[in-house]
């Protein structure tokens, strides 16, 4: 897992670690590695031009002592302190004795930079950047300049990955110690860039469970049911799944195409779609009566495309198994019903949908991904996957990291992929897998099916993300 720790949590581990060390040495360790990727991306570092964008705090010392190092190797190098007076001391002078300067002019030396070093603000920014560094950071992206932001892009809210105001949108950043979460969930992490690592020997003084989690192939491949001798259809697991409409018809051969592919022994479909979900997938079991009478199923997928049958939401979740609830299903659900459950529930919202179940404005919950998450779960003591450019997963006990799937693609915004997900998802329910668990290896195939279909740069269709699920699982497998 690649994690993704608070502010708070990163201050106390520096400090425990700068007290045991010898002034500015972490700052050091920090501006070594900067400036390493700074000389790794200009190539040729003799008369190359370096900007230092420099804010008030110590990311703007990382920016000084990384340019002081630069100028050492013979790169041009001119600071643009953003507040003058309370720039860090140490770190310019040792730019001035590396033969650095203090830019005269800002946006002449942008004009002709070759790489520009933000440094405004890291941890400590809040707000967005001020409106004296506005036109700078506009003079920057506006160059030719590759762009280098210093832990984070400054602007940007590290602990929530929100953008309260202007930030500056970064081709590379280079992080310290850990990844802070707006590194990994937009709007802030699409300002990031490419984003670097640098160990300052902060791993061993963090506290073992992160604020975040991203999970690799490795993990994902660790989830994924098996098959053993013993095992038989149903032991494997029978997800039903409940979508589908006169008008939505698609939605159901969309979600069983999904669950088809996420190992559970067997795919029951109720609903009024059975005729043509068997015409197209044969190997499901159909039902056209109410979910109560289908038969046993170990977890149940309810709501792509359902128009407006509230009876079968109510009694989906009126149900002792695990229960998945997305799309139309989401409309129609009875909060009650969801906080009473004793089985686990998991709810798949997209962003207007969580709006919708907080009562908020679609963009309060675009801008603010992680707190909305967080709130749903809590609100209806349920694990909630909110889908979108960030695709997050809650549990409802907040002490429980929130995942982050790495693995979506602006690919994936075509009609019916949801769908395709609920029906994946649930399966892995069926199969055994807890909601968490369930969701976090749902999204990671997903995205990636959807990266093996789209590889030639072409448009796909959620058909296609469902019939590429298999080279999903076998990419996975082959490296876990
Ligand atoms: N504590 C340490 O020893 C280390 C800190 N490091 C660096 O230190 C950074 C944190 O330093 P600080 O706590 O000094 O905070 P920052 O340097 O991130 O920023 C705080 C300063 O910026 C000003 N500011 C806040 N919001 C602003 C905005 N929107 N626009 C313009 N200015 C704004 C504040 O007045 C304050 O002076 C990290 O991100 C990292 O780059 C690294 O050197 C590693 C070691
Ligand atoms: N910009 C994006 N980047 C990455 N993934 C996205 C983006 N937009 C949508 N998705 C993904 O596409 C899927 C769309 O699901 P949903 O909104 O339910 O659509 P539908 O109802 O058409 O099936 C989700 O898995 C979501 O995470
Ligand atoms: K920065």
Redesign the pocket.
């Known amino acids: 897992m690649r994690t993704a720790y608070r502010v708070e949590t990163?201050?106390s581990a520096?400090?425990e670690?700068?007290a045991r060390l010898p002034e500015?040495a972490?700052?050091r360790?920090?501006?070594a590695g900067l400036a390493a990727v700074c000389a790794e991306l200009l190539g040729r570092v003799y008369g190359s031009r370096v900007v230092l964008l420099v804010?008030?705090?110590?990311?703007?010392?990382?920016a000084l002592y990384a340019g002081a190092a630069l100028a050492r190797r013979g790169a041009g190098v001119h600071a643009v302190p953003?507040?003058p007076g309370?720039t860090h001391p140490a770190g310019l002078a040792a730019l001035i004795r590396a033969g650095g300067r203090v830019a005269e002019d800002p946006f002449a030396v942008l004009a002709s930079a070759d790489l520009v070093v933000d440094?405004?603000?890291?941890?400590?920014?809040?707000?967005?950047?001020?409106p004296?560094?506005i036109p700078v950071a506009r003079a920057a992206r506006g160059s030719n300049a590759v762009i280098v932001a210093?832990?984070?892009p400054?602007?940007v809210e590290?602990d929530s990955g929100e953008v309260l105001?202007e930030a500056l949108r970064a081709d590379v950043t280079v992080t310290?110690?850990v990844h802070k979460p707006a590194l990994l969930i937009d709007p802030a992490r699409a300002l990031a860039g490419t984003v670097r690592l640098v160990d300052?020997g902060l791993e061993p003084v963090l506290p073992s469970v992160p604020e975040l989690e991203s999970p690799q192939h490795h993990d994902v491949a660790a989830l994924l049911p098996e098959p053993s001798g013993e095992s038989d259809k149903y032991r494997r697991g029978v997800v039903g799944v409940v979508a589908g409409s006169a008008r939505y018809p698609g939605a159901a051969l969309l979600a069983v195409a999904g669950a088809l592919r996420g190992g559970a022994g067997a795919v029951r479909y109720v609903g009024h779609a059975a005729e043509a979900v068997v015409a197209r997938f044969p190997e499901t079991l159909v039902h056209a009566g109410p979910p109560a009478k289908a038969g046993r199923v170990q977890a149940w997928a309810v709501g792509p495309g359902l128009g407006e049958d509230r009876d079968a939401v109510r009694e989906v979740l009126a149900s002792g198994v695990p229960v998945l609830v997305d799309a139309d299903g989401l409309r129609l659900l009875d909060a009650g019903d969801v906080t009473r459950r004793t089985a686990p529930t998991l709810l798949t919202p997209h962003a207007g949908e969580a709006a919708a179940l907080l009562g908020v404005a679609r963009e309060e919950v675009e801008s603010a991904r992680l707190a909305a998450v967080r709130e749903l779960a809590a609100r209806y003591g349920a694990t909630v996957l909110l889908k979108g450019s960030t695709t997050l997963i809650a549990e409802p006990d907040g002490r429980i990291p929130v995942r982050v799937d790495p693995m979506g693609t602006p690919w994936l915004a075509t009609a019916g992929s949801g769908d395709v997900l609920s029906g994946l998802a649930g399966s892995l329910l069926a199969a055994g897998l807890s909601p968490y668990d369930a969701a976090t290896a749902a999204a990671y195939l997903h995205g990636l099916a959807a990266r093996i279909a789209a590889a030639e740069g072409v448009p796909i269709t959620s058909s296609e993300v469902a019939r590429a699920l298999p080279a999903a699982w076998h990419d996975v497998r082959a490296v876990g």
Not at 55 to 62: L, R, T, V
Request: without cysteine; neutral net charge.
């Open positions: 990163v201050r520096e400090a670690l700068i500015d972490l700052m360790r920090a501006a804010g008030a705090g110590a990311n703007g010392g990382d953003l507040a309370r440094g405004i603000t890291g941890i400590g920014g809040r707000g967005g950047l001020r004296d560094a210093v832990d984070l400054s602007g590290a105001g310290f110690g300052i």
